[in-house]
């Protein structure tokens, strides 16, 4: 461009002679101008105002995007720790089988403790397995608002105090001087407390709108377990007396409501055998 310049006032100047002298005003416009575009057509030099607002917006574009990437990844991590529903769904089958089999075992081992008088106790192994762990609910992962949370904090809290009924409950079975209608009341609780964390369960599942959140649905997941629990067990031949079994009326609960009385009936003699009874 300087080159330009140069060559354009290299014309202008060869040209002046072949002009009248009178008109010395107007080469001197004409320089002007010259003057004016060359001014005009050099580049502006990086001023200090000029470099201080680059630095800023490049600093500003640095913190754009360090604050968008982590951002990023702390939601990114969020998400990788949040429970996705049909894990949930998963959760919640778990524990209504877990409580639905309880309910099995413990009708089965009443049953053989009258017929035995109370003459012994269950083998613990029975007992302790009734126990749930309340930390499986992760609670702290479930993608749910405040009032949920609070909704299964309040869950969490009924299966450790359950827990703790369980370790009652196994403790008097074990103690010979203990009053019989003491472990009959325990055992009646305990046949009160399973069916209604299942319910329990049902109303969670609702709150928290999971796809598994129906009686049909509950009702249609526990004859599947029902089920499955026949297709384990029939190539052990049934004793006798579990054939004869006539299993008493049990006090309206949850179970019987879903249109499981069948089911429940043929769990609890296949489960008769497998009691053991540890006598006093």
């Given at each position: 461009?300087?080159?330009?310049?140069?060559s354009?006032?290299s014309?202008?100047?060869?040209?002046?002679p072949a002009i009248?002298?009178?008109?010395?005003?107007i080469?001197?416009k004409?320089f002007?101008?010259?003057?004016?575009v060359?001014?005009?057509?050099?580049p502006?030099?990086l001023t200090?105002t000029d470099?201080d607002e680059w630095t800023g917006?490049?600093?500003a574009?640095?913190?754009?995007?360090g604050?968008f990437?982590?951002?990023y990844?702390?939601?990114?991590?969020y998400r990788?720790?949040?429970?996705?529903?049909?894990?949930?769904?998963?959760?919640?089958?778990d524990?209504?089988?877990?409580?639905y089999?309880?309910?099995?075992?413990l009708h089965a081992?009443?049953?053989?403790?009258e017929?035995?008088?109370?003459?012994?106790?269950p083998s613990?192994?029975h007992?302790?397995?009734f126990?749930?762990?309340p930390e499986?609910l992760?609670?702290?992962?479930?993608?749910?608002s405040?009032?949920?949370y609070d909704v299964?904090?309040?869950?969490e809290?009924?299966?450790?105090?359950?827990?703790?009924?369980i370790?009652?409950?196994?403790?008097?079975?074990k103690n010979?001087?203990l009053p019989?209608d003491?472990?009959?009341r325990?055992?009646?609780?305990m046949?009160?407390k399973?069916?209604?964390?299942?319910e329990?369960?049902?109303e969670i599942?609702?709150?928290?709108k999971v796809?598994?959140?129906?009686?049909e649905?509950f009702t249609?997941f526990?004859?599947?377990?029902?089920?499955?629990?026949v297709?384990?067990k029939?190539?052990?031949?049934?004793?006798?007396?579990?054939q004869?079994?006539?299993?008493?009326t049990?006090?309206?609960?949850?179970f019987?409501?879903?249109?499981?009385?069948?089911?429940l009936d043929t769990d609890?003699k296949?489960?008769?055998?497998i009691?053991?009874?540890?006598?006093?």
């Amino acid at each position: 461009m300087e080159e330009f310049n140069d060559s354009l006032n290299s014309v202008v100047q060869d040209t002046i002679p072949a002009i009248p002298s009178d008109q010395e005003e107007i080469y001197a416009k004409l320089f002007s101008l010259i003057n004016e575009v060359k001014a005009n057509t050099i580049p502006t030099e990086l001023t200090q105002t000029d470099f201080d607002e680059w630095t800023g917006l490049f600093l500003a574009s640095i913190a754009a995007i360090g604050t968008f990437l982590t951002a990023y990844y702390i939601y990114k991590d969020y998400r990788q720790n949040q429970i996705n529903t049909s894990f949930q769904e998963s959760i919640f089958k778990d524990l209504l089988r877990h409580y639905y089999r309880n309910f099995i075992v413990l009708h089965a081992m009443k049953i053989k403790l009258e017929n035995n008088s109370y003459n012994s106790y269950p083998s613990e192994e029975h007992i302790l397995k009734f126990k749930s762990l309340p930390e499986d609910l992760r609670i702290n992962q479930f993608t749910t608002s405040t009032k949920n949370y609070d909704v299964l904090h309040r869950f969490e809290l009924l299966l450790r105090n359950i827990n703790t009924e369980i370790d009652v409950f196994l403790e008097h079975l074990k103690n010979p001087n203990l009053p019989l209608d003491v472990k009959q009341r325990d055992m009646k609780a305990m046949a009160f407390k399973f069916p209604m964390t299942s319910e329990r369960i049902l109303e969670i599942t609702q709150t928290l709108k999971v796809d598994f959140n129906t009686r049909e649905k509950f009702t249609a997941f526990l004859k599947s377990v029902s089920a499955d629990n026949v297709q384990r067990k029939k190539s052990k031949e049934p004793s006798l007396e579990s054939q004869q079994l006539i299993i008493p009326t049990r006090d309206e609960n949850f179970f019987d409501q879903l249109d499981l009385k069948q089911d429940l009936d043929t769990d609890i003699k296949l489960e008769y055998d497998i009691i053991q009874l540890i006598p006093f």
